[in-house]
């Protein structure tokens, strides 16, 4: 199965105007996996620039997402994906999240994000101020009248941990505003087809 982010915000119309699942304008929308995009959409309507940042789940998708989102009409298309890959913890194998984000605002910062981190740091941290801590640095790194979609995560081990991040992001993305939450958890739990490998963390290749 392939992860993927639903791109969106709630900006004017040179921003992609998008909900989960993906619809980048109104009328229908095709199945590519387990993305579901309106086949192109207006080039006004779609960002130049993507960057995806993200962990292992994002790395197994990795040729799948830069092939849609550049059919989807983005230019520029980078994807930044490492196994083991925390927000703010680590160093260089893998760089943090947090500091992947920094470096690419700072150096080639693109006209749209997706942020796709929180897996391995789900059921880590025992108060929910240090989730939302590790939420605020990410959205702090980013130009708030930027386009941003977060990934939901899911592990099925730390299932509390993944709830309680999700609804910690939902949150600061309505306050936020120009962001939409991409529900990599939704469709895990709650789809018929089996769209995970045997380590119920990452996506097989349904």
């Known amino acids: 199965a392939t992860m993927a982010a639903a791109c969106s915000s709630k900006t004017s119309d040179t921003s992609a105007e998008a909900a989960t699942p993906i619809q980048l304008a109104p009328g229908e929308t095709v199945n590519i996996g387990q993305i579901e995009a309106k086949p192109n ?3 006004a309507k779609i960002p130049k620039s993507i960057v995806m940042v993200g962990d292992s789940i ?15 009409g983005f230019a520029t298309v980078t994807v ?8 703010a ?14 470096y690419i605002a700072a150096s080639a ?6 942020i796709a981190l929180g897996t391995n ?12 801590g590790l939420i605020d640095n990410i959205l702090a790194a980013i130009p708030s009248q930027k386009p941003l979609a977060w990934v939901s995560v899911y592990r099925h081990d730390q299932l509390i941990g993944c709830e309680q991040f999700n609804s910690l992001v939902r949150a600061s993305l309505d306050k936020r505003g120009h962001a939409v939450v991409g529900e990599w958890y939704q469709q895990v739990t709650k789809t018929e087809e089996s769209i995970l490998t045997h380590d119920q963390v990452h996506p097989n290749a349904n």
């Open 58 to 72: 994002t790395a197994l998708s990795q040729p799948t997402l830069e092939t849609v989102l550049k059919n989807m």
């Open 80 to 87: 930044n994906a490492e196994p083991n890959r925390r927000i």
């Open 41 to 43: 959409p207006p080039a």
């Open 89 to 102: 913890v680590g160093n260089k194998k893998p760089m943090p999240g947090l500091d992947v984000v920094k």
């Open 121 to 132: 740091d789900a059921g880590l941290y025992s108060a929910p101020a240090e989730y939302q």
């Open 109 to 114: 910062p693109p006209e749209m994000w997706v």
